[in-house]
């Protein structure tokens, strides 16, 4: 697939990689972007990240035929509203945001007639934020869930998934709703659990961790604000994925304190048949 | 340091490791191994972890100035006491097991005279098993902390010190009792949390798990044997490790639940700044 003009609303470590992927791949003939933050946008014509920077988000708007807005969740659907009017008629618009009811539920009956958006999350990423930290590579064999809105509209959908295909990605379709309430067990929660974990070690006792602790807590390193908005996105169901982990805990802790081994080897043997399930 | 004769009595990843950094610096002029796993036997000796496989425990023992037990926690102290008597006077026993304090409470005043033992903790591993994992470098800056159990016998103790020194290892003396309690934080939580996020993955969604998910349940394909025996072995300081995590998730819930953005991004703040503050 090609795109005449990609604009990417946000260019930094996500919105830098799409911007690096499409040229790479010769997606798209020419990507303008933009970013409040002014440094983020000139680092990202320094990377040659973009050929053009937008004066604003509507000149970026108006540039294009395929929009993706790579801005922290709890800003995307305004962005949306605010760049929609600029756009010409047959654009494209989609995001890379974590969570896809709140924005679907904030844009739904809202964009002008021939604007059509179709919600993205590219699972890929990483603990660090900015365009220095972009590549072109971040979406190679990675699955990006695209979740289209009712009334579903077909050529969006298929402009939207052909693009990720482009960029080297897998694609599944599926609604916001069930999207939100897998990501927050696959994604959200742990999160929570390696930023909680990190948060109850006792500064004396940093010395004595090792790659274990160092792994089970590095999503502990992302950045609190961008997070924040993620969890408060989807409070509901990842409240829910952590009363399910609460359950499982309690297992543990009845089997911990009856001195039960073969209760402990089995919750312990299903973990393990869980994660050697998962692709390395 | 030298070592006359070094016996390893369980030659897996760790015991393998121990051998093969023994023998790449020059450490142990020959290395002895026995291990009830007549086939990890063979494999360590056909892949020069050892310059001699030992037709039993006591034989392992009688050869050695150094005897490394490096068998599953639950059997370190039965081993000890089953090797010690025909150990030679003035022989060291170290270990290599992931808590101390239930091992020191077997071994206290069960000695012959002039056999030592100092427990010792690599915070090294990996949740691969066997000699076929065995790495020369594994304990290359890495810490080993060291319990020496009253009355301190000072020579033993320096020796196993020089001993971890010798294979490129920092080395930290702790009480018994404050290693695991400290590693209950450290180590055994990060298992227990690692399995229990696997355990709770619904099969249908693992598509959906990208490398946050996998990171963070790495730990989980370690041996569920092994790590049962830990955990039954730190039993009282998991426990309180659980319940110092559970107080840290409820003030997560409180802030999800109550819409707080504030005090979410400032738990996230808090466990970034513990994160970051780790080597990495």
Chains 1, 2 share one sequence.
Do not use: Y
């Amino acid at each position: 697939m090609r795109v005449s003009t990609l604009a990417l609303v946000g260019v930094g470590l996500i919105g830098g990689s799409v911007g690096l992927a499409a040229r790479r791949r010769g997606v798209g003939t020419r990507v303008v972007g933009f970013d409040r933050d002014r440094a983020a946008l000139e680092q990202a014509l320094a990377r040659g990240i973009l050929d053009e920077a937008a004066p604003d988000l509507a000149a970026a708007a108006r540039a294009a035929d395929l929009v993706v807005f790579c801005t922290p969740v709890d800003t995307i659907a305004a962005h949306v509203l605010a760049a929609a009017p600029a756009c010409r008629p047959g654009s494209v618009l989609t995001d890379v945001g974590s969570t896809k009811a709140a924005i679907v539920r904030d844009l739904q009956g809202r964009l002008p007639a021939g604007v059509a958006f179709v919600g993205s999350h590219p699972l890929a990423g990483s603990e660090k934020n900015g365009p220095a930290f972009a590549r072109a590579d971040l979406f190679d064999d990675r699955l990006v869930v695209v979740t289209p809105m009712a009334p579903v509209d077909d050529r969006a959908l298929s402009r939207v998934t052909a693009f990720w295909h482009s960029l080297g990605a897998a694609v599944r379709a599926m609604g916001p709703e069930e999207h939100d309430r897998a990501l927050a067990l696959t994604s959200h929660l742990p999160h929570l659990l390696a930023s909680a974990l990190a948060g109850v070690l006792p500064p004396e006792w940093a010395e004595l961790t090792a790659t274990g602790f160092r792994d089970t807590t590095r999503l502990a390193a992302g950045d609190p604000a961008l997070w924040a908005a993620i969890f408060r996105s989807n409070q509901g169901s990842v409240l829910a994925a952590l009363e399910r982990l609460d359950g499982w805990l309690s297992r543990f802790r009845c089997a911990l304190a009856d001195g039960d081994t073969a209760a402990l080897v089995e919750l312990l043997r299903q973990g393990k048949a869980a994660r050697d399930g998962l692709v390395p």
